[in-house]
């Protein structure tokens, strides 16, 4: 595998982790485009956070190929290349009995910061006024966004994120949403994860779906959108005599729905509906939503 490092930040080929006889992960193709907001999706349990270690070398891959910044991922090269990456996996990792400033201090005697970086990195996450507050009297946003400054204070060329609105109420959630869009405008390449869709679609630039550590999608919002299949909704006063006719419908919004009916089908319905002498108010099409979408992929667990 050799990629171009101008345009692809992570790029993974057959990556798989297995513990003992379980696979958690599976033969991944992943493209990360360089200066990407890349959103990692899936359910709890799907392989995100094992992916991601790999990715930082902090878990060894059962088989596959890694690339990050242009450089093949081994053992050897790991050392030259986590310099360039910040990351924050699973819990941020302040200490509570220090204080903000004094914990990114650590971060900056590791890797030979200066003081400027980390003043700098705490200014982005708007934690300059609370540098000298403990952070066990810190909010779960701060911390959040602490980790998020400890991973940045290095100035990175790729910042990887493990769920970092995890636990955030809804304000906390945009904050760190603006933040990731504000860095990826800076040209930092992001790949943050989460098990939830609509934190993460509208800002991401570019998606990736795990079920089951198997990459069921890879693409732009908008290719996913194309997966959507539109509901068609029958209006009627008789939806218990409807439904008997019509496989796969449901009742709902003031009638019926069903999905995956192309025209012929529908005309179809309609017929056998008028032709039962049932009511129909109306037909119309509803597009799904990229949470149905979603929640199909995921749920089924199977590959598209
Ligand atoms: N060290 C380990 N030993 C054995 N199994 C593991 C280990 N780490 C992860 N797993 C298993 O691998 C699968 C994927 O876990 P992983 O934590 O990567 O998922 P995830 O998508 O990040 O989910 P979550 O959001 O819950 O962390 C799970 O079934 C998990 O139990």
């Given at each position: ?9 992570v790029a993974t080929r057959g990556l798989t982790k297995r513990?003992?006889?379980?696979t958690a992960v599976e033969a991944l193709d992943l493209r990360v ?5 890349y959103?990692f999706l899936g359910?709890?349990g799907s392989g995100k956070s094992t992916t991601m270690k790999m990715l930082l070398g902090l878990t060894r891959p059962s088989?596959g190929?890694i690339?990050v910044?242009?450089?093949?991922l ?13 990351s924050?996996i699973e ?69 990887i994120l493990d769920e ?27 790949m943050v994860s ?14 990736g779906i795990l079920s089951s550590g198997r990459l069921?999608?890879q ?86």
């Amino acid at each position: 595998m050799r990629t171009d490092q101008k345009t692809t930040a992570v790029a993974t080929r057959g990556l798989t982790k297995r513990f003992g006889n379980r696979t958690a992960v599976e033969a991944l193709d992943l493209r990360v485009p360089q200066g990407a907001l890349y959103g990692f999706l899936g359910p709890n349990g799907s392989g995100k956070s094992t992916t991601m270690k790999m990715l930082l070398g902090l878990t060894r891959p059962s088989a596959g190929e890694i690339e990050v910044l242009g450089q093949r991922l081994t053992p050897a090269s790991r050392g030259d290349l986590l310099p360039m990456i910040g990351s924050m996996i699973e819990a941020p990792p302040g200490y509570g009995h220090l204080t903000g400033w004094e914990n990114m201090t650590i971060v900056r005697d590791m890797l030979g910061l200066s003081d400027s970086q980390l003043d700098r990195a705490l200014a982005t996450v708007r934690l300059r006024d609370h540098r000298d507050t403990l952070v066990r009297h810190y909010s779960m946003g701060m911390k959040q966004r602490l980790g998020i400054a400890m991973a940045l204070a290095r100035e990175p060329s790729l910042l990887i994120l493990d769920e970092p609105t995890n636990g955030l109420d809804p304000a906390g959630i945009e904050e760190v949403r603006s933040l990731l869009v504000e860095l990826a405008q800076t040209g930092v390449t992001i790949m943050v994860s989460s098990h939830l869709l609509d934190e993460i679609d509208r800002m991401a630039t570019v998606l990736g779906i795990l079920s089951s550590g198997r990459l069921i999608f890879q693409g732009t919002r908008e290719e996913l959108f194309k997966r959507s299949v539109p509901d068609l909704v029958i209006e009627t006063p008789q939806p218990d005599r409807a439904r008997a006719l019509i496989t796969g419908a449901v009742p709902g919004q003031g009638g019926v729905t069903v999905s995956g009916l192309d025209k012929e089908q529908t005309a179809e319905v309609v017929r056998r509906l008028v032709a039962a002498d049932i009511d129909v108010y109306g037909v119309r099409r509803v597009q799904q939503s990229l949470e149905d979408v979603f929640m199909d992929l995921t749920g089924r667990g199977g590959l598209l």
